[in-house]
């Protein structure tokens, strides 16, 4: 992977052709930031291969309280029965679809909505973006400050160059962590921060993707104007060593 700060890994079932991959991190607990939970991504298109790598000892996972799995829905059954054979119950939070451009590239993007100027957040504005995520934890600050010190993001700010909407990129690439503050919403500046990231995108041969939650009507409105395609409901499952 290119410019892996974030000491990423990936398994995948064969190569160079596979139906399965799970990116995780080499060091859960080292690189830019810390975590309090181990987190593996899920890209399968093969229940078989999924069951099999995760059963693989070279994968070497270790199944314990906090252990994070994002995977597709329809996937989702089998993180839970083998977490179950482990002693484990499985927490879920589901409802985000996964939103793909195919192609990014025929999009519009001459025209400018927004009236106030883009720019790009600071490490100290990470406190800002930390308040408005619905799941941030302890560690979230952290997470955050490699985001906007490693990867692209951008925001628009007010007259006084204060940030009143964001939209950041994580290490798989996604675009993520969108807010726009009450005041300046229906205002296009989901918009025009996304096709700034867009076009990022496309000049690194990057893929174009999101992840929105289904009851966010206007994200989703926003997104289906600007050419995605609506693809597979996402479950993040969480194993504890108790039941809730």
Request: proline share 3%; charged share 25%; with cysteine.
């Amino acid at each position: 992977m290119q410019r892996n700060v974030f000491q990423l890994k990936m398994c995948v079932d064969s190569w160079p052709t596979f139906s399965t991959a799970i990116c995780y991190r080499q060091n859960q607990n080292g690189g830019h930031f810390k975590e309090s939970h181990e987190k593996y991504s899920i890209f399968s298109k093969n229940q078989k291969t999924l069951r099999r790598l995760l059963t693989d000892d070279k994968l070497q996972i270790k199944w314990r309280n906090g252990l994070e799995f994002e995977v597709a829905n329809h996937h989702s059954q089998i993180i839970c029965e083998l977490a179950s054979f482990r002693g484990f119950h499985v927490e879920e939070n589901g409802g985000y679809h996964s939103n793909i451009n195919y192609s990014p590239d025929k999009l519009n993007m001459s025209e400018k909505t927004s009236t106030l100027a883009t720019s790009t957040l600071n490490e100290p504005h990470a406190e800002l973006v930390v308040q408005q995520l619905p799941y941030a934890g302890s560690n979230e600050i952290n997470r955050v400050k490699a985001y906007i010190q490693h990867l692209p993001n951008c925001c628009v700010v007010d007259e006084k160059g204060h940030p009143v909407s964001w939209l950041l990129t994580d290490e798989l690439n996604e675009m993520r962590m969108a807010y726009t503050q009450p005041k300046y919403r229906k205002k296009g500046h989901f918009q025009d921060m996304m096709h700034t990231l867009i076009r990022q995108r496309i000049s690194e041969g990057l893929p174009v993707y999101v992840h929105i939650h289904k009851d966010n009507e206007a994200a989703i409105g926003v997104v289906i104007k600007a050419g995605f395609t609506r693809g597979d409901e996402t479950t993040v499952t969480y194993m504890s060593t108790s039941e809730k």
